[in-house]
């Protein structure tokens, strides 16, 4: 990982390809990376890093399907049942919360980028400009709704009782000490609601669907913050199958490839950080999340 730091998750809203395998490609567990077909699942199939890494992989005698997803509660549980071999599409945040709430244990084998989050609004050009009592947008999934929360704060629009952590909600907003009122909506619903808001933190990969450029933001996280760790977005796969070489490999090829790394950065509309995390910081880092959400879960 470039230790450089800033925060989370680059997810998109895009169709549902239907007739998964019911079964694990033959990759999993190890294989002849030349006749496996690995599966890998992803939320923005479209985005040209995919095309880049599908021709990187081929040249290296890896055949890759990239299977696409609509929303972030769909390729954790395909990868554990074993309809696909590995996913990237999350943070550590949020695939520690899958594991806790599910009790599996899918993990970490490499990093990819780190994103901003952004708060836009077409109603107004700057978080100065936003009335008091104005309703702001949230993602409503409990990772995203965290950071969100952190950059509404950083922005002086609300108070955070507990100061701010990656287990914030909507009710920890310390409403008499905040400039404006805070609503929970699902991901992709926050760019079309604009109108009908003050402003919304927007997740990455909604940006340019919702017709917005990444310039527009009138706040995000700060990227340097010592704390990003747990924002990475990472390829995860079962723990069984953390070792497998041809898994490893195409972790390689993605963060070493030149024409797959620079559509990364452009599908992100130059925003994406890549990154080349050491797994045991992924892992130690996922363990910790992993404690932190069981105590905070009670």
Known sequence: MSHRTKLITALAAVPLLVGLAACASPASGGGDAANDVVKIGVVGAGDSQWA?????AADEGIT????????????????????LDLNQ????????DYNVSSGED??????????????????????KDIPKGETVAVPNDASNQARALLVLQSAGLIELKS???????????????????VTALEASLTPTSLPD????????????????????????????????????????????????????KLVEIFQS?????????????DTAVPVQTPVADLVDSLTKVEADTKAAKG
């Open 197 to 248: 808001l003050a402003a919304a933190v927007i997740n990455n990969d909604f940006v340019e669907d919702a017709g917005l450029s990444f310039a527009d933001a009138i706040a995000q996280d700060d990227p340097s913050d010592p704390n990003a760790l747990p924002y990475v977005n990472v390829f995860a796969t079962r723990a069984e199958d953390k070792d497998n070489e041809t898994y490893l």
């Open 64 to 83: 890759i399907e990239v299977v696409d997803f609509s929303d972030y509660a769909q390729p954790n549980p395909a990868t554990t049942e074993g309809e």
């Open 106 to 127: 899918l993990t970490p084998i490499g990093s990819t980028a780190i994103y901003p989050l952004g708060l836009y609004s077409t109603k107004y050009d700057s978080v």
């Open 257 to 269: 490839d030149a024409a797959v790394q620079a559509a990364l950065v452009e599908d992100s509309g």
């Open 89 to 96: 599409f999350q943070h550590i945040v949020y695939l520690a």
């Open 52 to 56: 880049a890494f599908e021709e990187a």
């Open 163 to 181: 100061g701010g952590t990656i287990f914030s909600d909507l009710a920890d907003i310390d409403e008499s000490a905040s400039k404006v009122k």
